[in-house]
């Protein structure tokens, strides 16, 4: 399975490290092209291939995580989605004033799955800070959580298992209903940083 990051800001780079030190072969793309993320691609050794955006589109599994005023042209531009998994680790909020921004109501990933039409979403990967999510998930013999929601279950196995894989827990909420739980700002469980134990 091809697996690449779209966005290579605070959250992005967590996840390519994430990736990186579980021996996953990924790519990365921002904005600005491969030469502007040498310095990443470098610290993170050769499992992690800067690409440009229409590139990354076409792995299996695609991770977004882009400024959410941003976010609507970078999927679109992207190419088509058709089939692929989405995993939609971005927030509806402003920045720098950190407001929600107004969805009518909405779930943030269905919006993000109008965005990219044909994409199979799965929230994921949005709820902790990206310094938490960062740091090793293996605390005192626990792992750490990362909540998952979606309409596609079997995106979401695919998504369980790499979230396995990388050392966390897997907690999976439901649907793009239950995603609004992991939601920043508002939900109840974004920024909860819990410990799973078996
Ligand atoms: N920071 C956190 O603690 C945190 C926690 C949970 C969730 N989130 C969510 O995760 C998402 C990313 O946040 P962040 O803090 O990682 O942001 P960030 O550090 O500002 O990085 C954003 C990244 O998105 C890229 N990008 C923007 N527009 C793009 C486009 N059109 N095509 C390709 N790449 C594009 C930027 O590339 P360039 O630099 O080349 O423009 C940059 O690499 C947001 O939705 C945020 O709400 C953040």
Request: charged residues 20%.
């Amino acid at each position: 399975m091809k697996i690449s990051i779209i966005g290579a800001g605070a959250i992005g780079s967590a996840i390519a490290r994430k990736l990186a030190q579980n021996g996953i072969q990924a790519t990365i793309a921002n904005s600005r092209g491969p030469e502007s993320l040498k310095a990443l691609t470098d610290e993170l050794g050769p499992n992690i291939t800067a690409v440009s955006l229409q590139e990354a589109t076409q792995a299996d599994l695609v991770f977004v995580a882009a400024n959410w005023n941003r976010l609507s042209s970078a999927l679109k531009d992207a190419g088509s989605w058709q089939g692929r998994i989405l995993v939609d680790a971005n927030n509806a909020v402003e920045v720098p004033s950190y407001q929600a921004v107004d969805l009518g109501g909405r779930a943030s990933s269905e919006v993000v799955a109008d965005w990219a039409a044909g994409a199979r979403v799965v929230k994921a990967f949005n709820h902790l800070l990206a310094r938490v999510l960062d740091s090793d998930p293996q605390v005192n013999g626990g792992h750490r959580v990362l909540f998952l929601a979606g309409e596609d279950a079997d995106a979401k196995k695919t998504v369980s298992d790499l979230i396995t894989r990388l050392g966390f827990a897997p907690v999976d909420l439901g649907g793009f209903n239950e995603s609004r739980l992991v939601q920043f700002p508002g939900g109840p469980l974004a920024i909860l940083n819990l410990v799973k134990y078996d």
